[in-house]
């Protein structure tokens, strides 16, 4: 699987929508995302990068394409940050009902 798949799966869970749907040049926010569901899509990446990957990093690179070249840019192996242990439900939820 590409880096470019990855990052549509992540998507694509994040929106709650299907990978199909996700666009590929349209930013996070204008495509229905929140700061919550950023965080979300923030913790999914991380689990498929070895780079140290920042929430503010996600904000940079805000499109699917933008985000996959960025994780394949660096190629400096870095050890997975650990994700944090908030309950995923809890905050896609809770994302949803604020977005």
Not at 22 to 28: A, E, G
Not at 45 to 55: M, N, Q
Not at 56 to 75: G, P, W
């Amino acid at each position: 699987m590409t880096t470019l798949d990855h990052v549509r799966e992540a998507w694509a869970e994040a929106l709650d929508i299907t990978t199909d749907d996700v666009p590929l040049d349209v930013s996070f926010f204008d495509a229905g995302g929140n700061s919550l569901l950023l965080l979300l899509l923030w913790e999914r990446l991380t689990e498929h990068t070895t780079r140290d990957l920042k929430a503010a990093d996600l904000f940079q690179h805000s499109t699917v394409l933008a985000q996959s070249e960025f994780l394949d840019a660096d190629d400096e192996p870095v050890a997975a940050a650990a994700a944090p242990q908030a309950s995923r439900s809890g905050l896609l939820g809770r994302a949803r009902r604020d977005g």
